[in-house]
């Protein structure tokens, strides 16, 4: 399975952004898929997952900012972030694998696939 994150960029302190995460190969639709973002000399941290077919679960620093969906069709997750302030700025990750158990959704080790990061900057 291969992922393709994009859609990082420059935003500014209250604006919004939307990253896409195209996966090739393997059973998209069986997968569990999440989020995660690491800032400079910090560990990953979980923004997100879709656990097998219920709804999306988020970590506490964007709750209330982020959205998680997922088009089986177009074998892509997105991930939509409003309101985002410059402690948002991480590289974010999308992960993906199968036999995730909902207790692990937010631990990096419990995800085989990883795409490539895409850079998130938010400005002040």
């Known amino acids: 399975v291969q992922l393709q994150a994009s859609g990082g960029g420059l935003v500014q302190t209250g604006g919004s952004l939307r990253l896409s995460c195209t996966a090739s190969?393997?059973?998209?639709?069986?997968?569990?898929m999440a989020w995660f973002r690491q800032a400079p000399g910090k560990d990953h941290e979980f923004v997100g997952a879709?656990?097998?077919?219920?709804?999306?679960r988020y970590g506490d620093a964007v709750k209330g900012r982020a959205t998680i969906s997922k088009d089986n069709a177009k074998t892509t997750v997105y991930l939509e972030m409003s309101a985002l302030k410059p402690e948002d700025t991480a590289v974010y990750y999308c992960?993906?694998?199968?036999?995730?158990?909902?207790?692990?959704?937010?631990?990096?080790?419990?995800?085989?696939?990883w795409g490539q990061g895409t850079q998130v900057t938010v400005s002040s």
């Open positions: 879709m656990w097998r077919r219920s709804a999306p």
């Open positions: 992960a993906a694998s199968s036999g995730v158990i909902l207790s692990s959704i937010t631990r990096p080790d419990a995800y085989y696939y």
């Open positions: 190969g393997g059973s998209f639709s069986t997968y569990s």
